[in-house]
């Protein structure tokens, strides 16, 4: 199955900072990659998502990359602000009937003010 | 639209005790996952359902655990004999289940989180 793996565990950066925060999956039929941002007890909610037949994909302050090739991808956020603080995951859906979704293990994003 | 729906908010149970977790998914939405996600951690597959149909459990332990999403009425995933590990948030989420939609986004509920005392 579908294994993906997600660095670093936790990052700490100053407001205004850059963050990168990468994935890689293993399953070579994979499709679709979303990027999940859960804050503090809340639910995770989809930020970006970008799909294989896509490289790169830009929403305001947040882009993802994708590099099918190497089987990783990365999620960029740019000029940070305290309310980015979060926990991120990044998942991989394989293309098969089943559609099952694997996450990464995700990164604790601390914007320091 | 109200989204993923899922009840309890907070469940209370003593050990030896059946937890049962109820998920009603958004409105057009035929495919059900849980996922389990204990404190300060990520968020663990456990089984994905379509209506009446388990399609993969490969996440779930073999003893205690089972889930269902009937024909009609709400996912639920049932816990017996509740231990000291299985407390933790439980998390319902449901899709459209369109492979060729290219669009499947994957809406998460508010999380039922269960404390086994």
């Known amino acids: 199955g579908e294994n993906v793996e997600q660095h670093p565990s936790t990052l700490s950066v100053q407001e205004g900072d850059s963050a990168v925060i990468k994935c890689t999956y293993s399953d070579s039929a994979s499709n679709y990659f979303p990027w999940y941002k859960q804050e503090l007890g809340k639910r995770p909610q989809l930020i970006i998502d970008?799909?294989?037949?896509?490289g790169e994909k830009k929403d305001q302050r947040i882009a993802v990359t994708l590099n099918k090739t190497a089987k990783h991808f990365s999620l960029h956020i740019t000029e940070t602000q305290p309310e980015d603080s979060a926990v991120y995951f990044c998942?991989?859906?394989?293309?098969?009937?089943?559609?099952?979704?694997?996450f990464g293990t995700g990164t604790k994003l601390q914007v320091i003010p | 639209n109200a989204g993923v729906m899922q009840n309890p908010r907070h469940l209370v149970r003593r050990r030896g005790q059946e937890a049962r977790l109820r998920c009603s998914p958004m409105?057009?939405?035929?495919?059900v996952y849980w996922y389990r996600q204990l404190p300060e951690e990520g968020l663990k597959f456990m089984v994905y359902?379509?209506?009446?149909?388990?399609?993969?459990e490969s996440g779930m332990p073999k003893e205690r655990f089972s889930a269902e999403f009937p024909k009609e009425g709400p996912s639920i995933l049932r816990i017996q004999q509740v231990v000291r590990g299985d407390s933790a948030a439980y998390f319902c989420?449901?899709?459209?289940?369109?492979?060729?939609?290219?669009?499947?986004?994957?809406?998460f509920g508010a999380g039922s989180r269960l404390t086994v005392l």
């Open positions: 998942a991989a859906r394989d293309s098969g009937g089943y559609q099952k979704v694997t």
């Open positions: 970008i799909r294989s037949n896509v």
């Open positions: 359902l379509q209506k009446e149909n388990i399609i993969d």
């Open positions: 989420a449901s899709s459209q289940g369109q492979p060729s939609s290219g669009a499947n986004v994957l809406t």
């Open positions: 409105k057009g939405h035929s495919h």
